[in-house]
């Protein structure tokens, strides 16, 4: 899954990790080109977005990997919740959208993403 995450305060947040509800599980993970030209992927570190910074997920960086859900929740959406270093969780609700109808929407609107 590719998000778009904006910290709106006025503070430095880490992001510790994600989590979905069970069964499921979310990883933050890192897609890399090895030396033979594949696409590997690894555990990223916890992400850090300073004051105001948006972080867009595209294809080919970081991403959340989420298993181990039912066709119903990717369908009618599911929640999300992001832990941070503070100790609060922010939650949010996400649909998945098929790639060929990625269309990134931001809270003020002004700006689309294209698909990959
Ligand atoms: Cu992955």
Redesign the pocket.
């Known amino acids: 899954m590719y998000l778009t995450l904006r910290n709106r305060s006025d503070a430095a947040i880490k992001i510790l990790g994600f989590e979905v509800d069970e069964p499921a599980m979310a990883m933050l993970?890192q897609t890399k080109i090895d030396e033979d030209g594949r696409s590997t992927?690894h555990s990223h570190e916890p992400l850090s977005l300073q004051p105001g910074e948006e972080l867009v997920m595209e294809p080919g960086g970081v991403?959340l990997?989420v298993t181990g859900l039912d066709e119903a929740s990717v369908t009618r959406g599911f929640s999300v919740r992001a832990r941070l270093e503070s100790g609060s969780l922010i939650e949010s609700t996400v649909v998945a959208v098929p790639p060929d109808q990625l269309l990134v929407v931001t809270d003020d609107s002004s700006d689309t993403g294209q698909a990959p």
């Open positions: 993970h992927m991403h990997m």
